[in-house]
């Protein structure tokens, strides 16, 4: 389906005027028939006065960055779009199979119903110019999708959530081509999200492939946080673009291990970290002991056979690289 838009349709007020200054006259009319100067226009008159209010029918006022889609006994007619006053036949039916879904996104979620007119729909209070309208938001959408549990690659299962800045751009295929264009948005960024996610360990691992050419990489989730965003709005823009969606951006809102295994991972990671703090300690020991030994040879200050030499290295790597402060004890003999 194309999109079709009527470029040529602002002239609400004339008509209105027309509209008004058309029942005018036919009271007029009608009053000077009944006065028996022309009975044959009380007729007409009648009839209009009856049935010319659906002329009004065919008025529509648009907001900026609003769109109203049209159609005539089923046939798609055309799009109205941006803001004015505009009058088509009165017969078009707006079409937005949309209209009343809620996600929790901008523009769909309630904060309050400030309307003093309520209808109840499907057991709950809507606002009625809520049920009423039928047209579309060209504005720019902000979609906070649910947040998900998914399995990385190496099958630990990680909570994440995503914020997806969206619009329409073609009214036509997001109306026609369609069921439902928010629920099917929705749908596709949750589907995208899962087929990026598996790819992407949650940390960097080894041996594992993110690009898909063979090598492997230092891709993760938490470390190219922009790449696997920048992925998932490509994933998510191949999947709705048949909507007339247009996906400006994608960002990771949330992202952490599940509750099950947080605190093993919480464990792990901090065992990690006295490793790499304790092996810094203990380069850094030795090359202290090394310099030392260097020093003392060098300078002559000490003759040191073997023995004295393990045993001082031993010493030292004890003060150096042991958790509490050492306490020194004072030899007043030979070591012999």
């Known amino acids: 389906m194309k999109e079709k838009v009527l470029t040529k349709r602002k002239n609400g007020m004339p008509m209105l005027l027309l509209t008004l200054a058309l029942y005018a006259a036919a009271i007029v009319l009608m009053v000077i028939g009944i006065n028996g100067a022309h009975p044959a226009l009380i007729v007409p008159c009648i009839i209009y006065l009856a049935l010319g209010w659906i002329l009004l029918l065919g008025l529509k006022v648009l907001k900026p960055q609003e769109a109203l889609v049209l159609t005539l006994f089923g046939r798609y007619v055309g799009t ?22 809620r996600l929790n996104q901008s523009g769909d ?37 649910s947040r998900q549990k998914i399995n990385d690659c190496l099958g630990n299962p990680v909570e994440i959530g995503i914020a997806v800045m969206w619009r329409v751009v073609d009214t036509a295929k ?9 629920e099917y948005l929705s749908l596709q960024c949750d589907s995208a999200l899962r087929n990026i996610v598996r ?122 690289c042991g958790n509490h402060d050492a306490q020194p004890v004072v030899n007043s003999g030979s070591l012999y």
């Open 109 to 145: 979620v309630d904060n309050g119903i400030k309307d003093t007119l309520i209808a109840t729909v499907a057991g709950q209070n809507v606002p009625l110019a809520e049920v009423n309208s039928k047209k579309l938001s060209l504005k720019i959408m902000t979609l906070n999708n």
């Open 80 to 101: 109205l779009k941006g803001e004015g006053f505009y009058w088509v036949n009165p017969f078009c039916a707006a079409v937005n199979p949309a209209a009343k879904t």
């Open 174 to 182: 997001a109306v026609f081509d369609v069921d439902n264009y928010k």
């Open 199 to 320: 790819i992407y360990p949650y940390d960097v691992a080894q041996n594992v492939d993110t690009t898909g050419d063979g090598v492997a990489d230092e891709g993760s989730l938490r470390g190219s946080s922009e790449v696997v965003a920048r992925r998932i709005r490509d994933e998510i823009q191949s999947k709705v673009a048949d909507a007339g969606l247009e996906i400006l951006e994608a960002r990771i809102t949330c992202l952490a291990y599940a509750p099950e295994i947080a605190a093993v991972m919480l464990q792990r990671q901090q065992a990690s970290a006295i490793i790499d703090a304790r092996k810094m300690i203990v380069d850094g020991a030795v090359s202290m002991v090394e310099m030392a030994l260097d020093r003392l040879n060098k300078n002559g200050v000490v003759e040191l056979d073997e023995e004295r030499k393990a045993a001082m290295v031993s010493n030292l790597l004890v003060v150096l």
